[in-house]
């Protein structure tokens, strides 16, 4: 290691745990740190989590990884879930909770509000009417604004970081609270809730940065934090070698996107844009069920994913049409109510059977959301991350039913490179694995896929 080498240290903050990567100044992957979270508070209405720990964890992953890298500095680059929520007081004092884009607070308002209004607001901040929009978690809230900070994951950790109380442009277009047209706060919406935005953060750019504070970590001599962005752009930037591409996250849940130009919307399916930088837009459909459903399918069933690999392979004759709404739905039918079911069932079931068929069903929900973006913005391909990606059978499939050609990363924690790749200005990863769609199977699938279609509109 050269000496007084440059590194980059990626901070990525999501809903279940937080990783941090170390990166040569060549962006060459060296070393990683994980924590999944203890204090959670999860109920049927209620995802809630504890800063406080957040912060904790952040500080002793990156302590940890500049002693054992022997780091002397270092430019750290944030990228964190979209849709939180954190009350402070003036000085900063953590009020309540940390809010996730899962805790369904506010639905009530979603379902309370005219058309009219759910239009207007959707048009204005690009951010789909649900629960998961902050907007409506602070409705939920509004007797406990006055006088308050509002705050969010990414807002909280560069305060911690700096001492500047900044957001993101792709963070703070994720609010709910933004407006599309002004690029800045909207203060239609700021003042349905009867506040304003003195009590947000100031938004700037991704590539904004402050040096770190002064004995924040004793060991590093030099160190600046970059803004950075969201989740969702990081995975779309990892891909930015690749033209005409979706890029398709499936990790607890699942989210389909790609970046544009201009800003895409369509109130009757509602998809989000949100603004990235200045011309550049992350345009999608976020979905509840994506890993999570795979993970309740093994559970349910007592089996591992080297079995479910041994089943992929065999492909079972499927049996009927599985809705995967477990967790009820944002897109395609945003419903928070909505529940899973098994429909057009016969008697070849058995044991196999009826596992490939569950499989298939959280495909066929994906492909409805890939389908339903292919027509805002044709694209020619699609880029897979999240855990899915280490079963090559679920690769194959998923390109079989969704139809296209799926690339997958070989760089370990390219998503995470995907910050790098908007800040520095450098390019995305290269090497892919690719799986090309088995054109018999898509079409063979093509008469369940209707029937999918038929129970969700």
């Known amino acids: 290691m050269a000496k007084n080498e440059r590194h980059f240290i990626s901070i990525d903050v999501g809903t279940t745990n937080l990783k941090i990567s170390v990166f040569s100044s060549e962006y060459v992957f060296l070393d990683k740190y994980h924590y999944s979270y203890t204090n959670v508070v999860v109920d049927e209405c209620r995802y809630e989590l504890d800063f406080a ?21 270092a430019d750290i680059i944030l990228t964190t879930a979209m849709h939180s929520v954190q009350l402070l007081e003036e000085d900063f004092r953590l009020t309540g909770p940390l809010l996730v884009w899962s805790d369904k607070r506010g639905a009530e308002f979603v379902q309370q509000s005219s058309m009219r209004s759910l239009e207007r607001r959707y048009r204005t901040s690009g951010t789909p009417n649900h629960s998961m929009n902050p907007f409506y978690k602070l409705k939920s809230l509004q007797n406990e604004l006055d006088g308050k900070r509002i705050g969010s994951l990414k807002d909280l950790i560069f305060y911690q970081l700096t001492g500047k109380w900044t957001t993101d442009t792709a963070s703070a277009a994720s609010s709910g609270l933004y407006d599309l047209s002004s690029h800045r706060w909207s203060e239609a919406l700021l003042a349905e809730l009867n506040v304003d935005s003195r009590q947000l953060p100031e938004i700037k750019k991704p590539d904004f940065c402050l040096n770190v504070r002064e004995h924040l970590f004793p060991t590093l001599k030099e160190g600046k934090v970059y803004i950075g962005t969201t989740d969702g752009v990081s995975s779309n930037y990892a891909f930015s070698t690749l033209e005409r591409t979706a890029v398709l996250s499936i990790g607890t849940s699942h989210a389909v996107r790609v970046v544009t130009d201009k800003p895409c919307l369509n109130f009757e399916t509602q998809n989000f844009c949100y603004e990235i930088t200045d011309g550049k837009y992350l345009v999608g459909y976020p979905s509840n069920n994506g890993g999570n459903v795979l993970a309740w399918i093994l559970d349910a069933f007592q089996m591992d994913w080297d079995e479910l690999n041994a089943l992929l392979k065999v492909q079972p004759a499927t049996t009927g049409v599985f ?78 039913i969704l139809g296209f050609e799926v690339f997958v990363p070989k760089t370990p924690q390219a998503e995470t490179l995907g910050s790098l790749a908007l800040v520095k200005g450098i390019k995305g990863e290269t090497d892919f694995t690719t799986y090309t769609p088995k054109q018999s199977f898509t079409k063979e699938y093509e008469q369940y896929l209707q029937v999918f279609q038929q129970y969700i509109k």
Not at 61 to 66: D, N, S, V
Not at 329 to 352: G, I, Y
Request: with cysteine; charged share 25%.
């Open 53 to 73: 720990e957040i912060w904790q964890a952040i500080r002793d992953g990156i302590e940890e990884l500049i002693v054992r890298n022997r780091i002397v500095q």
């Open 323 to 400: 809705l995967p709404f477990i967790n009820g739905e944002r897109a395609p039918v945003w419903n928070d109510l909505l529940k899973a079911q098994m429909v057009h069932l016969d008697r070849r079931v058995n044991r196999e059977s009826l596992i490939y068929t569950m499989v298939c069903g959280v495909m066929f929900n994906i492909k409805h959301n890939v389908d339903n973006l292919s027509q805002l913005f044709p694209f020619e391909r699609i880029g897979l991350v999240g855990g899915v990606t280490k079963s090559k059978e679920m690769c194959q499939l998923i390109a079989d």
